[in-house]
C-alpha cells in the first residue's frame, strides 16, 4: 500500500480530523506507521484511552484493499496532500482537508472560480440574481463552485450547466450519499458536463448538520472569491463569507429589499466591508488580473450566434429595455440578460443604463 492509501485509511477514522492526522503523520513520519501503530504509542501522544481502542478496533476491520475497490466501482478517486494533483491552494488552508474525494475531474480548479452561496430558501429574486451571475460568469470561463444544497447552490450549479460552463459541488457528505437526494441527478449532470463532485468525508458518511459548515471553508478556498445571495442573519451563509475573508479572498454581495429577512446576510456583509455586486462587470473586474476582455479577441472566440443576430435585429430600429427583449423573444429574463452581457463585452451592444440597450 501506498502512503497515500495509508493516509485515507487513516482519515476514514473520521475522529482524528485533519489536524489531528497531520499531526500523526509529523510525529510517526510516516503514514503507514500511523496506521501500524500501537496502543501505547498513541496513548503516550495523548490521545484518550477510549478513542485509541476505537482506532485500532475500526482498522482491524477495515480492509484497505476492499475500500479502495469500493471507490473505484462508483468512478471515486481521491488525492492528498501528498499527491501532486491535490489542489495546491488549499495546502496553505487553515485546518486543510488531508484528503479530498471526488468524482469527476479537478481541472476546472485551473481555472478563475467564483463561490456563489445563498440561502437554501431563495425568493424569486435569488433566484433571477443567481441565475444571471452563474450563466454569465460561466459564459466566460469562470468555474462556478457551490454546494449542492437547495435553493441558491442548486441554481447556481444549474445555470452554469445550461451556459456551458464548469461547476463544482463540495458536499458534506460521502459521495456515495448525495444529499439532498433530490440533487441525483444533478450531481450526475455536473460530472458528466466536465465538472466534479468533491467531499472530505469517506463512503458511508451521513450528512450531518455539523458537516455543512465544516465544509464551507473548502468552497471559499477553492474559489478566487465568494459572491453572497440572499442569506438569513445568522446563517452558514455568513460563515462561508467569514472563511473568506480570513483566507484573504473578496466577498461580493448582492443587496436585496431591506424588509426582506433574506437580505440580512448580504447586508450585514456590505456593512462591514464586503464589496457589492449589482452586475457580473464587478466580479470579472476583481478577476482582472486573470481575465482580459479584448473585444476583438472575443469576436473570434465567441464569434456572432443566432441568438445574437436575433436581439441586433430587435435593436435595429431603436433602443429597447431588458424586459422589453424578453417579451419580443419570448425567452428567459436570464437568458436574455446574459447573452446581452457577453455581446457587450464582445462590443456588439451598449448598455444606456436602466436596463436600456442599443446596437453599436
Known amino acids: 500500500m501506498t502512503e ?29 506507521k500511523v496506521w501500524v501503530s500501537t496502543f501505547k504509542e498513541l496513548v503516550e501522544l495523548g490521545l484518550k484511552d477510549t478513542k485509541v481502542r476505537e482506532f ?49 475531474t479537478l481541472k476546472g ?13 431563495m425568493t424569486s429574486y435569488g433566484r433571477e440574481v443567481t441565475e444571471k451571475f452563474s450563466s ?28 456551458g460552463g ?27 458536463k466536465g465538472g466534479s463532485l468533491i467531499s472530505e468525508y469517506p463512503l458511508g458518511y451521513a450528512a450531518l ?12 478556498g477553492l474559489s478566487s472569491c465568494v459572491l453572497v445571495i440572499e442569506g438569513a442573519e445568522k446563517s452558514g451563509t455568513l460563515l462561508t463569507a467569514s ?21 440580512k446576510a448580504p447586508l450585514y456583509l456590505l456593512k462591514n466591508g464586503a464589496r457589492i455586486a449589482t452586475e ?20 473570434k472566440i465567441s464569434p456572432d450566434i443566432p441568438e445574437e443576430v436575433e436581439i441586433i435585429k430587435f435593436l435595429e430600429n431603436e433602443p429597447l429595455f431588458l424586459d422589453e427583449l424578453v417579451r419580443i423573444s419570448g425567452e428567459k429574463t436570464s437568458e436574455i440578460s446574459a447573452r446581452l452581457t457577453i455581446m457587450e463585452m464582445k462590443g456588439l451592444v451598449r448598455n444606456m443604463g436602466g436596463g436600456k440597450y442599443k446596437r453599436t
Open 4 to 32: 497515500s492509501e495509508y493516509l485515507v485509511a487513516i482519515s476514514a477514522f473520521t475522529f482524528f480530523g485533519p489536524a489531528r492526522v497531520r499531526l500523526l503523520v509529523s510525529y510517526f513520519k510516516s503514514a503507514k
Open 56 to 104: 485500532i478496533d475500526f482498522r482491524n476491520k477495515f480492509d484497505i484493499g476492499s475500500y479502495f475497490q469500493r471507490l473505484s466501482g462508483q468512478n471515486i478517486k481521491t488525492t492528498t496532500f501528498l499527491d501532486k494533483d491535490f489542489p495546491g491552494i488549499l495546502i496553505d488552508l487553515e485546518n486543510s482537508p488531508v484528503v479530498l474525494y471526488y468524482k469527476g
Open 109 to 121: 480548479l485551473k481555472n478563475n472560480s467564483v463561490a456563489i452561496v445563498g440561502t437554501r430558501k
Open 136 to 163: 454569465e460568469l460561466a459564459s466566460f470561463g469562470v468555474t462556478i463552485i457551490s454546494g449542492l444544497a437547495r435553493g441558491i447552490d442548486t441554481m447556481a450549479h444549474k445555470a452554469c450547466i445550461s451556459s
Open 166 to 192: 464548469t461547476t463544482i459541488a463540495v458536499l458534506g457528505s460521502g459521495l456515495d450519499n448525495i444529499y439532498p437526494p433530490e440533487n441525483k441527478n444533478l450531481a450526475n449532470e455536473i460530472v458528466q
Open 209 to 220: 448538520p455539523a458537516n455543512f459548515v465544516i465544509r464551507n471553508r473548502i468552497i471559499s
Open 243 to 263: 472563511h473568506a475573508g480570513e483566507q484573504g479572498k473578496t466577498v461580493f454581495a448582492v443587496p436585496g429589499q431591506i424588509t426582506s429577512p433574506l437580505s
Open 280 to 299: 457580473t462587470k464587478d466580479i470579472l473586474d476583481e478577476l482582472d488580473m486573470e481575465i482580459k476582455v479584448d473585444k476583438e479577441k472575443m469576436r
